[in-house]
DNA sequence: CACTTGATGGTATGTTTGTACCATAAAAAC
DNA sequence: GTTTTTATGGTACAAACATACCATCAAGTG
């Protein structure tokens, strides 16, 4: 076994085995033992290939950041079909809002990095900025389009939309996270939402079901979760 | 010195530590010693009126529970003097949006709470579900007031906006703790979008500066961070 | 005045953590 | 074929932590 072996690998396969333990114990109980057991090597070999946890930290961050905008790169890619305005923004939108196991662990592991980032100086979070930033000039670009298009009230402030729908779809999911809303009555949400934005259009399905995204409600009723009565939340679905 | 004492008054000493230590530490460094020092006792003392750290952490975190609601209620309180919605509304969602030292420690622990309580057990975060549940019920009755007063689009629907309203406000928060916006622009936002919300009411100010806030922006120009140019964000503000 | 009880300080203890050190087997280089 | 890297394991160690234990001093209580 004892061969010549590719870092990158090595190093990328360590960082997942955090990226697991973070995502079920918590990042603040991610230890250099927890992350040796997860990735089934000695601790020796974490420290071989990160020096000190600080830098194993950081990488992970580093990897959290990339793989970020591969995600949303993602989204765009999938729903670059259509070309309408709307639904690109809605999957992009969508991306925050976790729905398997797999998104729910790494958008809980990149909250978590992003709170701790606040008070600890080591993580002075430059990677988790600039992608917000970068998504909500993106948005800005597709919502001037779709006002001169005409799909949108001509008096919308693009720049102040794209920064409420940012901070919307980033609210959402953490609700999610926190187990207050289940990932469909989020979805739901701001499909209704993006109704009341582009009136007229309507969201070409996605294969999503939850039938509240219908524009407008058709007048009244506004189907799915219904009028003024309770939504249906959830207390922690945790298993 | 050795008297009898107040309990009560010590233990929220204590907690009022704990939160001091948590927002320039952050909660994950929060240790009895350093609590002990922040509320200038022994450690010894922490130990008497907490048994153990487990049940420290659980008071601190009723207490921010507690407090929430406080902030909550004294925001209604103070607008309500002006009957308009809208106003209450405004002030109840710009809770969220931390702008002194005061609710910006007292915003980072309760997100840092929040997010912990997502992976550790013994936080079964409870209160943290009850209070944004009860502000989504106080914000439906609210809303459907002001949609049956003709104040808004007769086809809103009330739940599904107070869902937005909640994410957005707290996606603001969020993103100023984060330092990605400063706490004037989240407001502006804020403003713009319940201009949105109610079309034709204007904000009855509220001694805030951001002139950004008039209901629709006078046709076309939108005042303060201007039309589709880059808002002016912030690459963390910490001292 | 005896004495019990509440409030506090100091210190010891066992565990966990990050990291440094020592060892070694296999490959690569010469 | 020797020597030098490269990759790995094991273990040792100092620091920090939560907590348990021991001691004490001042009030109330009888």
Known sequence: MPKLVDHEERRAHIIDALLRSAADSGLHAVTMRSVAVEAGVSVRLVQYYFDTKEQLLLAAMARLAVRMGERIRDRVRTAGSSTAPRDIIAAVLLEAVPTDEESRTFHLVYTEYAVLSVTDPALAGQSFLSAPNEMEDFLVGLLTAARQAGDTDPRMDARQEAVVLLAASAGLGLSVLLGQRTAQD???????????????????????????SDGFGGSGGSGGSGGDGKSSRVHRPRP
Chains 1, 2 share one sequence.
């Open 186 to 212: 989020a979805a739901a949400v701001l499909h209704y939402h993006l109704g009341r934005l582009f009136p007229g259009s309507r969201a070409s399905d996605g294969s999503d079901s939850s039938g509240a």
